[in-house]
């Protein structure tokens, strides 16, 4: 069965997971062990949908990823699942109704960034610059406070490395954000923090900057030293518990 794609969907193709995890020269090698832990997290994993999705008019198996923001609020469940579904769809429309931003959070490591696959960071930080993408959707962001929203998710996200300069493209259609660091030390370790992440359904992916061109796009952040903090102390991002996929241990 051929799943109809809806807009903000998150998953991946089986078969890219498997060439971001494990080099092409290894593949063979490695075969019974990827199908072992494919089996293994379609039977243990239940935020891990399998599906078969459309991409490029060519179908692929893929995992549909069930972010933590789709589940029933506590003290409204119940014991039919229809009516939990209910439940929830009722209590995400209250939400929208009263004005309350819906939360956005990080929901756990699609692949490791530590490992020889084509998603490995260079071998050391390149630039203390760095635009990240896929942080928001311009098309159904609200309000005005929405960027401070999501600066704020970075900075709690990255607080081991010291963050100076900061800006949201508010009109992206990639959801970019460009990030300044006080180091390229500084710059490899929001890096890691970032890079491979899904955030609020959609997965983060960084790349290094040249400082000249940061420098020619954003001129006041070239003489910025002061460490940035988020907003507030609540760390709002950071509600979700982590999923730590059985894959990363390649």
Known sequence: M????R??????????VRDVLIPLKERK????????AVQFL???ESRV???IQQIEGEDFRVWRWLPPST???????????????????NNSLGAA?????????????????????????????????????????AEVEVGDSWPVRIQDAILEKADKGKTVHMAVDRGSREGCVYIKCASADDAGKVYHSLHGWWFDG????????????????????????????PSNDKRLSLQTKFWKSPLEHF
């Open 202 to 229: 959609n997965l983060v992916t960084v790349k290094y900057l040249r400082p000249e061109r940061y420098h020619y796009r954003f001129p006041d952040s070239a003489k910025a030293t002061a460490q940035l903090q």
């Open 71 to 89: 589940a029933f609020s506590p003290g409204k469940s119940t014991a039919h699942g229809d009516q939990t579904d209910e439940a929830s769809s």
């Open 29 to 36: 090698s490695k075969l019974k062990l990827w199908n072992k």
């Open 2 to 5: 051929v799943v109809e794609r």
């Open 97 to 137: 109704n009263s004005g309350t931003p819906r939360p956005k959070v990080w929901q756990g490591q699609a692949f490791s960034t530590d490992s020889s696959g084509v998603n490995s960071p260079p071998p050391y930080p390149l630039t203390q610059c760095l635009k990240v993408r896929n942080m928001f959707d």
């Open 49 to 51: 949908r399998p599906e």
């Open 42 to 44: 379609e039977d243990n």
């Open 7 to 16: 807009p903000h969907d998150a998953y991946l193709a089986v078969t890219h």
